[in-house]
């Protein structure tokens, strides 16, 4: 099946689909990192299972989609990159089937948030740490606050573990996403 073909004078734009439980977990786990993801020019969709203030995502600059409506595995090819948050993938298994698909397929991006990854899925993904851009920084800050997150500290790295190479350097040895 050919490639889908852009139409005249529009632009293709990276896709990465993110499911999560909880807005402020998300956030402190990969607020900065979806940010860094949008600042380089990708559309950043996220479904919550539990939506209540949506703010800080806004916040980020994300667009929130209702997560029966988020495809996470698209027919048209346009989702490049999929992430899911902790407690998603263990209790959802409409999400586990798409997620353990798009790994044996190896078309999309697969990252886990979070500083732990489901045992079943060690040796999949390898862990990666998100160095996060100043505006990154700022705008998590900003979400965090808005997410009532208490006394959450912003590093200036981000836990993931993902599917796909980095393809920068490295901080202090770990490898870090650009």
Not at 91 to 115: C, K, M, P
Request: hydrophobic share 40%.
């Amino acid at each position: 099946m050919p490639a889908p073909q852009p139409k005249p004078g529009s632009t293709i734009r990276y896709q990465l689909c993110v499911i999560a439980r909880d807005v402020g977990e998300l956030v402190e786990l990969a607020g900065g990192w979806m940010c860094d993801r949008i600042l380089a020019g990708w559309d950043v969709n996220v479904g919550i299972s539990e939506p209540r203030d949506l703010r800080p995502l806004q916040i980020l600059g994300v667009t929130l989609v209702a997560q029966q409506r988020l495809r996470l595995i698209s027919d048209d090819g346009g989702t490049a990159a999929i992430a899911i948050a902790p407690g998603i993938f263990e209790n959802d298994n409409h999400i586990r089937s798409e997620v353990l698909e798009a790994l044996d397929q190896g078309a999309n991006e697969v990252t886990f948030v979070g500083t732990s990854l489901p045992s079943d899925l060690d040796g999949r993904l390898a862990r990666r740490r998100h160095r996060l851009s100043g505006a990154a920084r700022a705008f998590k800050t900003h979400a965090l606050a808005a997410a009532a997150v208490p006394r959450a500290a912003i590093d200036f790295t981000e836990n993931l573990y993902s599917s796909a190479g980095w393809h920068d350097g490295s901080v202090n040895g770990v490898r870090t996403e650009a």
